[in-house]
């Protein structure tokens, strides 16, 4: 597809479990972004890579966060004992890295809920 | 420490009227600015972008303004329609080689019939 592609748009899963969010940033584009949105907020910053630089983690709320980035293509983001607080919708997002005019795209989003 | 601020959480508007929609931001190492447009249940849109070099963009009804000496822009739409009820989320790159894109809190704004 010519999109960020996400996978599950919806996860639900039980306090405690491990779970795995799957994010094909459009093809090319070198940066790409983990945002999340909690009911009512706005969106918030977790992971960003950058081509072959060290990913910027600064934004990730806790350790049972990662993410991995392989290939320079496809994303995932785990969580890992999840809590109810993790509920979000998760979005990733790409982009190129070139020049100054460059804007990111945003996929559907992974709606997560914790129960 | 919020780098991106959107004071205004909600904006109600009548259709034809101007929407503005204000965005300020700390860092002055920002070099870029975005607009992006979120309806439920869909990522959002890009809409609109300024370089920090310029003090306007236009593209249609949409026209951003930026005023680097406040450290504040805000986007301009006119006339606004039904269909520009979302939520609009200002956005602002870091400098130089790094593209990381930091955001605001989003306002809500609807469009009266």
């Known amino acids: 597809g010519a999109g960020v592609s996400q996978s599950p748009s919806n996860k639900v899963t039980e306090k405690g479990k491990d779970v795995e969010l799957r994010c094909d940033p459009i093809?090319?584009?070198?940066?790409l972004y983990w945002y999340r949105q909690s009911l009512g907020q706005g969106l918030e910053f977790l992971i960003y890579?950058?081509?072959?630089?060290?990913?910027?983690k600064s934004g990730l709320p806790s350790d049972r966060f990662s993410a991995e980035r392989t290939g320079g293509s496809v994303s995932t983001l785990t969580i890992q004992r999840t809590q109810q607080e993790d509920s979000a919708v998760y979005l990733c997002?790409?982009?190129?890295?070139?020049?100054?005019?460059?804007?990111?795209?945003f996929g559907q989003g992974t709606r997560l809920t914790v129960v | 420490d919020q780098q991106v601020k959107q004071n205004s959480p909600s904006l109600s508007v009548q259709e034809g009227r101007i929407s503005i929609l204000n965005c300020d931001y700390t860092?002055?190492?920002?070099?870029?600015f975005l607009w992006y447009k979120k309806y439920p249940a869909e990522g959002p849109t890009f809409l609109i972008s300024?370089?920090?070099?310029?003090d306007k963009n236009e593209d249609g009804r949409f026209t951003v303004f930026l005023n680097k000496s406040a450290k504040h822009l805000s986007l301009h739409i006119v006339p606004s329609q039904p269909g520009d009820s979302a939520v609009y989320f200002c956005?602002?790159?870091?400098?130089?080689?790094?593209?990381?894109?930091?955001f605001g809190k989003g306002t809500l704004l609807t469009v009266n019939p």
């Open positions: 997002a790409s982009s190129l890295m070139r020049g100054l005019n460059t804007e990111a795209f």
């Open positions: 093809s090319g584009h070198t940066a």
């Open positions: 890579f950058q081509g072959n630089s060290a990913p910027d």
């Open positions: 860092n002055s190492m920002f070099d870029y």
């Open positions: 300024i370089s920090s070099i310029k």
């Open positions: 956005a602002a790159r870091s400098g130089g080689s790094n593209y990381k894109l930091t």
